[in-house]
T-cell receptor, first 111, second 113 residues
């Protein structure tokens, strides 16, 4: 599967601050998916990016796919305590229908 | 629809004991997956089944076996549990086509003493 590196591994913010996690690959990705896992919970699909340079928004969350399709980011504006959890990226598509998850970024929010 | 269900939710084993983790989905999905999650390691694929009747190794298959019992059910067996298999195990499923997303079960928290 396609390998990706996620940074940072951990991020602690004050409520109201912004947060960004990055997903980087050394190879060109077909598509990329993002998942969120709340503490004690299971991963839940957030979004999939397919096109070069694509930007998608879900309320306070903004997802980007790089022009070269080698990196992606998730930005949360004005974090809330409900944003706490681990965010994973996972390359998808192409001839490989398996997902290889990044190690994730654990976000904690101080109220 | 229940989605993806897993049993049991929690399990404690002694080294050398065996057990089977059960997974079932009611979404008529073709593909099913078993992952383990350890702190700082993300989700690692143990085995997967692209379709009924097929199974393949993932990234960390040693010490595990799987059975795709039918289209709905995919079980994971630990023949002789070891402390290194202490982990949270997630089952997931999807249609198996191209870019389809995966739906995860609630997980089984396994401790091997």
């Amino acid at each position: 599967g396609q390998q990706v590196m996620q940074i940072p591994q951990y991020q602690h913010v004050q409520e109201g601050e912004d947060f960004t996690t990055y997903c980087n690959s050394s190879t060109t990705l077909s598509n990329i998916q993002w998942y969120k896992q709340r503490p004690g919970g299971h991963p839940v699909f957030l979004i999939q990016l397919v096109k070069s340079g694509e930007v998608k928004k879900q309320k306070r969350l903004t997802f980007q796919f790089g022009e070269a399709k080698k990196n992606s980011s998730l930005h949360i504006t004005a974090t809330q305590t409900t944003d706490v959890g681990t965010y994973f990226c996972a390359p998808s598509g192409g001839s490989n229908y398996k997902l290889t998850f990044g190690k994730g970024t654990l976000l904690t929010v101080n109220p | 629809n229940a989605g993806v269900t897993q049993t049991p939710k929690f399990q404690v084993l002694k080294t050398g004991q065996s057990m089977t983790l059960q997974c079932a989905q009611d979404m008529n999905h073709n593909s099913m997956y078993w992952y383990r999650q350890d702190p700082g390691m993300g989700l690692r694929l143990i085995y997967y089944s692209a379709s009924e009747g097929t199974t393949d190794k993932g990234e960390v298959p040693n010490g595990y076996n799987v059975s795709r019992l039918n289209k709905r059910e995919f079980s994971l067996r630990l023949e002789s549990a070891a402390p290194s298999q202490t982990s949270v195990y997630f089952c997931a499923s999807n249609t198996g086509y191209g870019t389809d997303t995966q739906y995860f079960g609630p997980g089984t928290r396994l401790t091997v003493l």
